[in-house]
């Protein structure tokens, strides 16, 4: 069975410092992986998402992930933080892009951003 | 260009009572999903339907919990006799039509459901 795994529960970087969120997944086949954000009191926004192609993936509010199939890893990055960014992130791995779309979500990571 | 509406936004149930949660998908969308959020912990599947079809519930708790998605209406997570257990938020998200679908699932802000 397929999981996530995000190391770091909570995470505190000072606004315009550069962060990077850990993701490592377990899947046999080929992983559709996501980020998500999710603002405090409110649901679920997609970052980006990895499906094939281009290791290195763009997202929205200036996020990018890379894949590393060899390290399992789908990491999170973006080289300035805002105070905005505070928020909790989950990474996730889909089975099947056709129809059933079932994700399994990491535990997540809260980041905290110190001005 | 609403998105995935849920509602009630907040619940707050008796031990014993109903909880009836409500989700409408995107306009276009046919594939509906319940996720759980327990505190502290992330999002768990727990039903995959689609019109008038429950395609997939192996997350869903074996008793007391049942969902709907009818031809006409939103759809509906039910559950019935709650325990305190069942205190949660309940995100649902929905998808496009098989062929057309990105992968990418449009979640709703959640229903948060307390049991006193």
């Known amino acids: 069975a397929q999981s996530v795994t995000q190391p770091d529960i909570h995470i505190t970087v000072s606004e315009g410092a550069s962060l990077e969120l850990r993701c490592n997944y377990s899947?046999?086949?080929?992983?559709?992986l996501f980020w998500y954000v999710q603002s405090p009191g409110q649901g679920l926004q997609l970052l980006l998402k990895?499906?094939?192609?281009?290791?290195l993936v763009q997202g929205i509010k200036g996020f990018e992930a890379e894949f590393k199939r060899s390290q399992s890893s789908f990491n999170l990055r973006k080289p300035s933080v805002h105070w905005s960014d505070a928020a909790e992130y989950f990474c996730a791995v889909g089975q099947g892009v056709q129809g059933a779309q079932k994700l399994v979500f990491g535990q997540g990571t809260r980041l905290t951003i110190n001005p | 260009n609403a998105g995935v509406m849920q509602n009630p936004r907040h619940l707050v149930r008796r031990r014993g009572q109903e909880a009836r949660l409500r989700c409408s998908p995107m306009k276009g969308h046919s594939h509906v999903y319940w996720y759980r959020q327990l505190p502290e912990e992330g999002l768990k599947f727990m039903v995959y339907l689609q019109k008038e079809n429950i395609i997939d519930e192996s997350g869903m708790p074996k008793e007391r919990f049942s969902a709907e998605f009818p031809k006409e209406g939103p759809s509906i997570l039910r559950i019935q006799q709650v325990v305190r257990g069942d205190s949660a938020a309940y995100f649902c998200?929905?998808?496009?039509?098989?062929?057309?679908?990105?992968?990418?699932?449009?979640f709703g802000e959640g229903s948060r459901l307390t049991v006193l």
């Open positions: 998200a929905s998808s496009p039509v098989t062929g057309t679908n990105t992968g990418e699932l449009f």
């Open positions: 899947y046999g086949a080929t992983p559709y």
């Open positions: 990895y499906f094939s192609g281009d290791t």
